[in-house]
């Protein structure tokens, strides 16, 4: 198993920027996939950036790539999702995913963190 803690969501102004933490309770190198998601009201979770295969790939979705960046602390078992250049658009709830395992892999979930951008 795997528990998730996100924070460092908060009040931003267009332009500004944020950086979301997303604190493991194993080691993150025991961790195959994380992914950061958003989610707005009424609307599907959106995939905004994913660390894959234990770190060795990075993906981003087309609405934040070039400002948005995913890394992994592994010392600190802590995964971070640096926000530049944040627009109004970007305002939704930030969740942490975790995949574990092989082949059939375990999926987590955290609680999740509110960004508002907004002026």
């Known amino acids: 198993q795997v528990q998730l803690v996100e924070s460092g969501g908060g009040l931003v102004q267009p332009g500004g920027s944020l950086k979301l933490s997303c604190s493991a309770s194993?080691?993150?190198?025991?961790?195959?996939?994380i992914r950061w998601y958003r989610q707005t009201p009424g609307t599907q979770r959106e995939m905004v950036a994913e660390s894959v295969f234990g770190g060795r790939l990075t993906y981003y979705g087309a609405a934040v790539e070039g400002r948005f960046t995913i890394s992994r602390d592994n010392a600190k078992n802590t995964v971070y999702l640096q926000m530049n250049n944040l627009k109004p658009e970007d305002t939704a709830v930030y969740y942490c995913?975790?995949?574990?395992?092989?082949?059939?892999?375990?999926?987590?979930w955290g609680q999740g963190t509110q960004v508002t951008v907004s002026s």
């Open positions: 995913q975790a995949q574990v395992g092989i082949g059939q892999l375990e999926t987590y």
């Open positions: 194993r080691s993150i190198r025991d961790i195959r996939n």
